[in-house]
């Protein structure tokens, strides 16, 4: 079993955290959130989404999240140096041990710059198998007010996925670490098969 240990003082008592990650992946609009949403609940793990912690560097104001908003627009992967560093600080500031990686990593090279930056294997891969046209009817039809949620934008962003992160998912299969789980079902139905890996975790 993967983990790393860091090191936080409670109370000026240092305690060894064990971090183990779940990298969920799968095309925009496969229901990621909406599964890792359920797991949370049920099993108190904590849900990163590399896209929502991207979203909110964007609103900082700061040249780099000026940057970060012009390639997000443009359905462009965003240097693997920001996400990580987004990612460390996250799980860092959270106190916890377990957590799922929603939409991420997105390349080859996120992949390797995240294991060799954290010194982290993750335990497994969660990912979601949906057609695109599924994908594009989920997000057409919701409303968040996201600026790529429009029909071109997220046409790009699948080729993306397609192009960049399927090649993530079949590295990982090579070392046996994929659950590759049907997501063009009802909701309940996805997350019963889901919870039965978190159940063996």
Excluded: W
């Excluded at 294997?121 to 949906?130: A, G, K, R």
């Amino acid at each position: 079993m993967a983990v790393v240990t860091e090191t936080a003082a409670t109370n000026g008592v240092s305690t060894a955290v064990k971090h183990k990650v779940i990298f969920v992946l799968g095309g925009p609009g496969s229901g990621k959130g909406t599964q890792s949403a359920k797991l949370v609940s049920e099993f108190g793990v904590v849900h990163l989404s590399a896209g929502d912690l991207l979203r909110a560097h964007m609103k900082s104001g700061s040249k780099e999240g000026t940057m970060v908003a012009d390639m997000i627009a443009n359905g462009q992967i965003v240097p693997s140096y920001v996400t990580v560093g987004l990612l460390q600080d996250a799980m860092r500031d959270s106190g916890k041990g377990v957590f799922l990686i929603d939409g991420f990593p997105r390349n080859e090279e996120n992949r390797a710059a995240f294991e060799e930056q954290t010194k982290i294997t993750p335990e497994f891969i969660l990912f979601f198998d949906c057609p695109a046209e599924t994908m594009e009817k989920r997000l057409l039809g919701r409303q968040e007010g996201r600026t790529d949620d429009n029909l071109e934008t997220i046409r790009k962003r699948f080729k993306v996925f397609e192009e960049q992160s399927l090649p993530v998912v079949q590295h990982y299969e090579k070392t046996g670490r994929v659950a590759r789980i049907n997501a063009d079902r009802d909701p309940e139905d996805v997350y019963r098969e889901v919870r039965r890996l978190f159940e063996e975790l």
